[in-house]
């Protein structure tokens, strides 16, 4: 989510730049990316939480914490460990749910 909006950032100040000197100083972004992003920031979340069922409480948090607010990061790195190398999550239900999904 945080390097979604940062991108977003970086592309208004480019356009802004070209512009010149642009008294508006508000970042544009459409509520349906928010959205978008907030829905993928959760489920990485959930997932990164249901995956660390076995974890100490703050670890659990931690690695929750990140994946929701470095979701992009968090779901490259769960599809390279978990799902190309096929290291099982420590949790029940989310290795038959991604597995599920792989195998269609």
Request: charged content about 15%.
């Amino acid at each position: 989510m945080l390097e979604a909006f940062a991108l977003f950032k970086l592309l208004d100040s480019e356009e802004k730049s070209e512009e010149h000197f642009s008294t508006n100083n508000q970042l544009n972004i459409p509520i349906t990316w928010i959205i978008i992003a907030l829905l993928i920031s959760f489920g990485s979340a959930y997932l990164a939480f249901s995956c660390n069922q076995y974890e100490k409480p703050a670890t659990r948090a931690l690695s929750t914490i990140i994946a929701f607010f470095f979701s992009g990061f968090y779901l490259i790195y769960y599809f390279i460990v978990h799902v190309m190398f096929d290291r099982k999550c420590s949790s029940r239900g989310i290795n038959n749910i991604v597995k599920n999904i792989v195998k269609k």
